[in-house]
């Protein structure tokens, strides 16, 4: 038997998902692309974070995230595939991650997590996970 996806709320007792795993459950990929384009039309207008950005038009950004987003919440797994492991704070050592850069990281995801109207549930649940990813991210205390 495999081992259970740990982002699983609840398990029968054979050990498969009652429910599905946290991806099914609020929707799949199409809930995960408009958490992800929510958040990026706000991160559009920020003038800390969207230097970071190389592309021009946010596209490449927008797709990667939202596929490490879906394959860490039970997705498909597309993103290890196309990308390798995912080493999110190595990805991000070329950019300066700051307090203030995380605050406007999380201020911009927090609305786009409001946008979708999850169960109370999985909000908590997923904005517990980009809380501690976010303040994982920071590299540097220099403003």
Not at 6 to 25: A, D, H
Not at 26 to 45: C, D, K, M, Q, S
Not at 62 to 75: A, D
Request: glycine share 8%.
């Amino acid at each position: 038997m495999s081992e259970p996806n740990p982002v699983t709320l609840r398990l029968s007792q054979s050990g498969e998902s009652v429910q599905g795993n946290f991806w099914e459950q609020v929707g799949g990929r199409p809930t995960f692309e408009r958490l992800v384009r929510r958040f990026y039309e706000g991160v559009a207008t920020d003038p800390v974070l969207l230097p970071m950005y190389p592309e021009a038009d946010l596209e490449g950004a927008i797709q990667r995230l939202t596929g490490f987003l879906e394959q860490y919440w039970g997705g498909p797994g597309t993103y290890s595939e196309e990308r390798g492991h995912p080493r999110l704070r190595q990805r991000h050592m070329p950019f300066k991650v700051n307090p203030d850069a995380r605050d406007r990281w999380l201020q911009h995801m927090r609305a786009a997590v409001d946008s979708l109207g999850l169960s109370p549930l999985h909000d908590a649940t997923l904005w517990a996970y980009l809380e501690r990813a976010a303040h994982a991210m920071v590299n540097t205390f220099e403003e």
